[in-house]
């Protein structure tokens, strides 16, 4: 069983083990939208640089040059050192090699992470297509710090426990999430598993789905004998990856094809703007493909979304006739609310559906509301992404949850009304507040985020 | 009698062994492996592997003297008890930064080479669990935080551990609220869901950030820790609900 010295630690490690960072500024604010209403962990400091690191003071003194970088930290990390010698930067095909020092600044006291715009000062043009890239709103990875730091959950919870959603969000902010450091090898990023530490995983299988299709199965019979080195340009490589349709051309950009928006809300496919991405997806496909057959091929998602969605609008009605009726247990004033949404304090409210803030309901809420979390937000967008990326059997898989997790979402809603029925009769009720409203973690979020 | 046995075992124990009498080909086995490398074997037995249920020589070596370090650094030697392929332990690592770069350029790497000085670009179990060498404390923080810092700097690595900590110690907490929801009524359902959130949603928490996943740390670990939170509130709910109104 859990021990109650562990949870006496554990407060104590939260309390306690306070960020052992000499750089970071300890009143540092955080960004966004609710910027005031948290504080960064100290670990930020890496995933967004520019907002958060501080150079370390008390190490080392004084300027050095690229040789005096390297002379010392070849022996205090060698593999960097390995990194960057195997690297472009330390032989370029023209003019001098790129040292520490280009990147990180010459003064030790005063050393800075390199942002995308310090990347820019030299790789100019990657670096206007992906501020370009915002226009097309998210999901894209420009914005990727903006959507995370912006989200309910990401400041209502405590920092240390959310610090994972920016390993992946720092996107937006490090050049290294493709082009991992000390190396940034153009090659590396072109292969799909540069992409896979973000994109896996149950909301987003990019990886299961992509390995799964025809196109994936070639690239892992094969791929390893390609010649990486190539641009991402038609002739280049026997079947796409990530890179190739994502980002074609090797432009640093890829929500400029983004039509179904990853599946997570329904949009209309025929609007004038999407008519002019499908045409660019049909000019990747053509690099290989008949137009005609990539036009009906992305046809299909547009079918498929129309599904899917029937039956995630079918699963709301439930759970909005639910709330209406009053029968979800525990109901949002009976649980802790968000502490940043003045309306949810004063107006206690469940959120259903995307539009209603549904992505931060997956904690805190009952039951029924966290199982169409999950259909939402893990079954459908499996049979999303199974469908844009061509495995089929996934996608297939995928809506056979979806139609069993509609039947489970009406099986309990069912049983909550009968059970509702039954208390109003006999005159019973058990207060769920005492349950649902306190806890070590619920007690310790609600003063420590 | 008994101390004459003692002291002939501990000549034995203690004799050096020349190049000449370097096995031959023909397969050995745990016992054979020990008689030569004794001061491996005095780690190896005070760490995990060496214990009863542990893995002894050969389950990583192969029975072939032959290049042995080679083979045993690689992956493939650890997944088959760790969980495979597909399992947790593999799959936080393969999804990983770290795990990237072994899939893409590890079948060039130089596997004879010692598992230090960032001999490897990215590291792999061994690298780290084993690093120098060591075959005895592959969990003790201090090896793997050596490892980190042949690329990272100490500042990096101290503060990614302080924060793992935290984030392990708010898993704490949801373990203790998930068993006090149920305290005064352990009803076998409860207990087995608060088993389960232990020992696997909890592990792959761990796992995420031991092995710097983004996934097994989110959506397999803190936003399934929350699922698991919020259904044993539910049943307890639903069970508290039922008695009641005597259904119980």
Known sequence: MFHPLRVLLAAFILLTVTPANAGMDKDAKGTGLYGDEWRPDAVHEYWDPEAYHKSETDLVEGRFTGEECIECHEGITPGIVKDWRQSRHSSPTSGEPVTCNACHGDDHQKLRFPSPADCGSCHENQHTEFQEEKRYGFPGHTLAMERAVDAKHFVDKPKAEVTACLQCHSVASKCDSCHTRHRFNAAEARRPEACLTCHSGPPHPDDETYFASAHGQKYLAEGADWDWSKPLTKGNYPAPTCAYCHMTGGKHQVADKAIWKFGIREVNPKTAENEVKRKRWIAVCTDCHEEGESREWLEEPDDERKRAWTQLYKAEDELKSLRSDDHIYPAAGERPPYPTDWLDSVLPFERIGFYEGQASAFYNVSEIERDYFEMWYFNNLAAYKGMAHGAEKITSEAHVRLNQDLEKIRRKAAELRELSRKEIESGSNVDPKPLWLHGPYSDINREQN | MRGLVFVLLALVWVMPVGAAELPGPEPLDDAACIGCHQETTVTWRAGPHGKADGAGCVSCHSELHDAVGSQARQEQSCVECHGGEHGAAAHSYRTSKHGVIATLEGAEWDWSQPLNDANYRAPTCAYCHMHDGTHGQMMSEDVLETSCMDCHSPRYVETLF?????????????????????????????????????????????????????????????????????RIKAAVSLDARKRALGEK
């Not at chain 2, 936003?223 to 939170?229: E, H, I, S, T, W």
């Open chain 2, 162 to 230: 302080a924060s793992g900590r935290r984030t392990l110690a708010i898993g704490d907490l949801k373990l203790a609220e998930a068993e006090a929801a149920f305290g005064d009524n352990p009803e076998p359902k409860f207990i087995q869901m608060f088993e389960t959130m232990q020992s696997k949603t909890m592990r792959n928490l761990r796992l995420g950030i031991g092995h710097q996943s983004p996934d097994y740390q989110w959506w397999y670990g803190h936003a399934a820790l929350d699922g698991d939170l919020l």
